[in-house]
């Protein structure tokens, strides 16, 4: 057995945040219509001893810490704490230090315990050596997460600092594993001064910002509270701007993900392979540096928060993280790492990636046998007369949605009347489909 990411159901605030990441599996047990949408990819309609009519759905993982199945890369390679064994002080009392010594188990920090579960009141971190190690040079040090795949971010990623919240900070990401990188974010106590930038918040963007990268003083300026000790990336503070109040009632709910859809801008945004966190200047506590005491300055990071799923293409509900990589559970007669291909046999059509689209059943885009016509139009249905497994034999009826009422040809069996099959829905979802399947012919 391959033990499967835990879920959760909605995504809750930190302290409470690994507990429920264990419940989530449990939770999401409970009654269909709790669940989140794009949860299943393949619902059965109908059942009997001869016959099974089951529909596809377009399907995602649920949202997981990532950070905890991400390789960890911290550069350069001396910059942890403790080789030859050293004092870290405190930025407010030089006077009050710890030792670091990776050859002590108590006394080294090394950074795995960025990801571990924290227990309240016992923080473990990692720690880097401190300046005095590199002055005058800058004191600077990447921290890399690769995941070997493509991963999307769904909410925020936090950083918790056991120290104060560096001067300086970047967060960058890589969609082709390290070899180029693009800004998310930059962080700063003065951003013109370290980076010519206008300094600006996420809660301030606009929705036509929906994917600028902005340089924040929130968590490092002089205004920023000193005893609070996080980072934000605000993901969800960005998605909100999809979200839009101005939809007329009952199309409420295809957002955000229907303009997820239609803003492929955004969903390359928060599409990575790698994230890395440039630190590039401690906390100093002002302008003067302490030149006899620089063991005050250093960086210690506590918790790394990477909310988020594996990219499937929308063919996959589930991923599993089976010898140290995340693979995901295709769906649709799709296969790889990624469901980006249709499997051998099932490729009578180009492979599409599923839609969100309609609202919330999305577009499955299931690859079809060989065997299918080439005509066959995209539905979503499938049923099969002989045996309610998939299987070589499986008959293909014309099923699409919008063509219900002409079910009966080409379909097989017919022994069931189509009302039983397609229950009634409402005139909304009609539309919806209807205004869907132009989006899809637009987009694709
Ligand atoms: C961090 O990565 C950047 C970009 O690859 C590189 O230029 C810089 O030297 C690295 N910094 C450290 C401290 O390794
Ligand atoms: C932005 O995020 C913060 C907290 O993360 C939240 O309180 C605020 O309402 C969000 N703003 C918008 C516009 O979504
Ligand atoms: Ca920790």
């Given at each position: 057995?391959?033990?499967?990411?835990?879920?959760?159901?909605?995504?809750?605030?930190?302290?409470?945040?690994?507990?429920?990441?264990?419940?989530?599996?449990?939770?999401?047990?409970?009654?269909?219509?709790?669940?989140?949408?794009?949860?299943?990819?393949?619902?059965?309609?109908?059942?009997?001893?001869?016959?099974?009519?089951?529909?596809?759905?377009?399907?995602?993982?649920?949202?997981?810490?990532?950070?905890?199945?991400?390789?960890?890369?911290?550069?350069?390679?001396?910059?942890?704490?403790?080789?030859?064994?050293?004092?870290?002080?405190?930025?407010?009392?030089?006077?009050?230090?710890?030792?670091?010594?990776?050859?002590?188990?108590?006394?080294?920090?090394?950074?795995h315990l960025m990801v571990d579960a924290e227990v309240p009141?016992?923080?473990?971190?990692?720690?880097?050596?401190?300046?005095?190690?590199?002055?005058?040079?800058?004191?600077?040090?990447?921290?890399?997460?690769?995941?070997?795949?493509?991963?999307?971010?769904?909410?925020?990623?936090?950083?918790?600092?056991?120290?104060?919240?560096?001067?300086?900070?970047?967060?960058?990401?890589?969609?082709?594993?390290?070899?180029?990188?693009?800004?998310?974010?930059?962080?700063?106590?003065?951003?013109?001064?370290?980076?010519?930038?206008?300094?600006?918040?996420?809660?301030?963007?606009?929705?036509?910002?929906?994917?600028?990268?902005?340089?924040?003083?929130?968590?490092?300026?002089?205004?920023?509270?000193?005893?609070?000790?996080?980072?934000?990336?605000?993901?969800?503070?960005?998605?909100?701007?999809?979200?839009?109040?101005?939809?007329?009632?009952?199309?409420?709910?295809?957002?955000?993900?229907?303009?997820?859809?239609?803003?492929?801008?955004?969903?390359?945004?928060?599409?990575?392979?790698?994230?890395?966190?440039?630190?590039?200047?401690?906390?100093?506590?002002?302008?003067?540096?302490?030149?006899?005491?620089?063991?005050?300055?250093?960086?210690?990071?506590?918790?790394?928060?990477?909310?988020?799923?594996?990219?499937?293409?929308?063919?996959?509900?589930?991923?599993?993280?089976?010898?140290?990589?995340?693979?995901?559970?295709?769906?649709?007669?799709?296969?790889?790492?990624?469901?980006?291909?249709?499997?051998?046999?099932?490729?009578?059509?180009?492979?599409?990636?599923?839609?969100?689209?309609?609202?919330?059943?999305?577009?499955?885009?299931?690859?079809?046998?060989?065997?299918?016509?080439?005509?066959?139009?995209?539905?979503?249905?499938?049923?099969?007369?002989?045996?309610?497994?998939?299987?070589?034999?499986?008959?293909?009826?014309?099923?699409?949605?919008?063509?219900?009422?002409?079910?009966?040809?080409?379909?097989?069996?017919?022994?069931?009347?189509?009302?039983?099959?397609?229950?009634s829905v409402s005139s909304v979802e009609n539309k919806e489909?209807?205004?869907?399947?132009?989006?899809?012919?637009?987009?694709?």
């Amino acid at each position: 057995m391959v033990p499967t990411v835990p879920t959760g159901l909605a995504w809750p605030d930190e302290p409470l945040r690994r507990v429920l990441l264990l419940l989530g599996a449990a939770l999401s047990l409970g009654s269909a219509s709790q669940l989140p949408p794009y949860s299943r990819c393949k619902v059965t309609v109908h059942s009997s001893d001869d016959v099974a009519a089951w529909e596809y759905h377009s399907c995602q993982p649920q949202t997981t810490d990532l950070a905890r199945y991400a390789r960890i890369h911290v550069d350069p390679m001396d910059i942890t704490c403790g080789k030859p064994p050293e004092n870290i002080c405190a930025l407010e009392n030089p006077y009050l230090c710890a030792e670091c010594d990776v050859s002590m188990l108590g006394l080294s920090h090394p950074p795995h315990l960025m990801v571990d579960a924290e227990v309240p009141d016992t923080s473990t971190f990692w720690q880097s050596a401190s300046w005095h190690r590199t002055h005058p040079e800058p004191l600077r040090a990447n921290i890399t997460f690769s995941w070997g795949r493509e991963v999307e971010l769904t909410h925020d990623v936090v950083i918790t600092f056991q120290s104060r919240r560096p001067a300086a900070l970047v967060l960058e990401r890589s969609r082709d594993h390290g070899r180029s990188w693009r800004p998310l974010q930059f962080y700063a106590d003065d951003c013109l001064e370290e980076f010519g930038m206008e300094q600006r918040r996420a809660l301030d963007l606009l929705s036509e910002d929906v994917t600028k990268v902005i340089c924040t003083e929130e968590y490092s300026g002089s205004f920023a509270s000193k005893g609070i000790r996080t980072v934000r990336m605000e993901i969800q503070n960005r998605t909100a701007l999809l979200a839009g109040p101005r939809l007329p009632p009952g199309r409420v709910s295809a957002s955000p993900y229907g303009r997820m859809t239609a803003n492929p801008a955004l969903r390359d945004f928060l599409t990575l392979t790698d994230l890395r966190l440039s630190l590039l200047r401690p906390a100093t506590g002002g302008t003067f540096i302490d030149k006899e005491n620089l063991q005050k300055y250093h960086y210690a990071i506590s918790d790394v928060l990477v909310p988020g799923r594996c990219q499937c293409n929308l063919h996959a509900s589930e991923c599993v993280f089976n010898a140290g990589r995340l693979a995901c559970v295709c769906q649709h007669r799709t296969a790889g790492p990624d469901c980006s291909k249709c499997q051998r046999g099932f490729r009578s059509r180009r492979w599409r990636q599923g839609s969100y689209l309609p609202y919330p059943m999305g577009s499955a885009n299931v690859c079809l046998p060989n065997n299918a016509p080439a005509a066959f139009p995209n539905h979503e249905r499938i049923w099969s007369s002989s045996s309610p497994l998939e299987g070589s034999q499986r008959r293909l009826g014309d099923a699409e949605v919008t063509h219900r009422q002409g079910l009966g040809h080409g379909g097989g069996g017919g022994a069931i009347s189509h009302a039983a099959l397609w229950p009634s829905v409402s005139s909304v979802e009609n539309k919806e489909h209807s205004s869907g399947t132009q989006v899809l012919n637009f987009i694709f």
